[in-house]
């Protein structure tokens, strides 16, 4: 299945931003405040449920973790960090950073700031020193918002960061978080309603410490296939209509 507009690349290019967020005493602070006010939001503005959070830590740590999810809208975000039982760190596209009020309180927050489509190198690498700290961190494959409201082909930075890493894989399908759906109820004054799936954790095929291990060609494939594996586990986790490249 070919998507009908290629993956976006980022025009901006800002290195001097990237960078494993610190976690200072402020931003620990800040990020307990934003979990609860994203709660608050997230209740105000949708009907979530959650299925499988038996699934997810109840802290961080020891061991890295890296949480995938598929990517519907703009309320994929509030809806998995309300229903988290604390607040992961997360990849983040730059062009975000430049948003008005968003943009500042998402890096008060300590994102991972991400230039799509290109060779981001620090990126990864503040991804994989975080995972090294035992840190949960969510990715979205896709890249993108889905364009056709199902799963797109799956990018492969995710199969990387877990092979390189050896972190496990939390899968965790959302829907419901369509723009389209969840401020057309606003606009009538309706909560849509979200349903938020955990899936269980699972290692990519021939994963381990030391990487991905062999010539050029070969690596490529380990890590394509193991791109697959985790699209095919968020497809597992979605209604038919959602699982689009991967029904």
Not at 35 to 46: N, R, S
Not at 184 to 197: C, D, E, Q, T, Y
Request: hydrophobic share 40%; with cysteine.
């Amino acid at each position: 299945m070919e998507n009908p507009i290629p993956k976006p690349v980022s025009e901006m290019w800002r290195p001097e931003l990237v960078r494993l967020p610190e976690m200072t005493r402020a931003r620990r602070a800040f990020r307990v405040f934003g979990h609860g006010l994203t709660k608050l939001v997230a209740a105000i503005c949708m009907n979530v449920s959650t299925e499988g959070m038996e699934n997810f830590p109840r802290k961080a740590g020891p061991e890295p973790l890296l949480v995938v999810i598929n990517h519907l809208g703009d309320s994929d975000v509030p809806a998995l960090i309300s229903s988290l039982p604390f607040p992961p760190d997360a990849l983040a596209k730059i062009e975000l950073y430049d948003l008005p009020i968003l943009g500042k309180l998402m890096d008060w927050y300590g994102v991972i700031w991400l230039h799509r489509g290109r060779p981001d190198k620090r990126a990864l690498r503040a991804a994989l020193d975080g995972l090294a700290e035992g840190r949960v961190i969510v990715i979205a494959p896709e890249g993108r918002y889905s364009l056709t409201g199902a799963l797109e082909e799956g990018s492969n930075g995710a199969a990387f960061l877990a092979y390189k890493s050896g972190a496990a894989i939390l899968p965790i399908a959302i829907t419901g978080t369509e723009n389209e759906n969840v401020y057309g109820n606003i606009k009538r004054f309706r909560r849509a309603r979200v349903h938020v799936r955990v899936g269980k954790m699972f290692k990519l095929a021939g994963q381990a410490q030391s990487g991905v291990r062999g010539g050029a060609g070969e690596r490529q494939e380990v890590i394509a296939q193991g791109t697959r594996q985790i699209m095919e586990s968020l497809a597992g986790l979605l209604p038919e209509k959602y699982r689009g490249a991967y029904s």
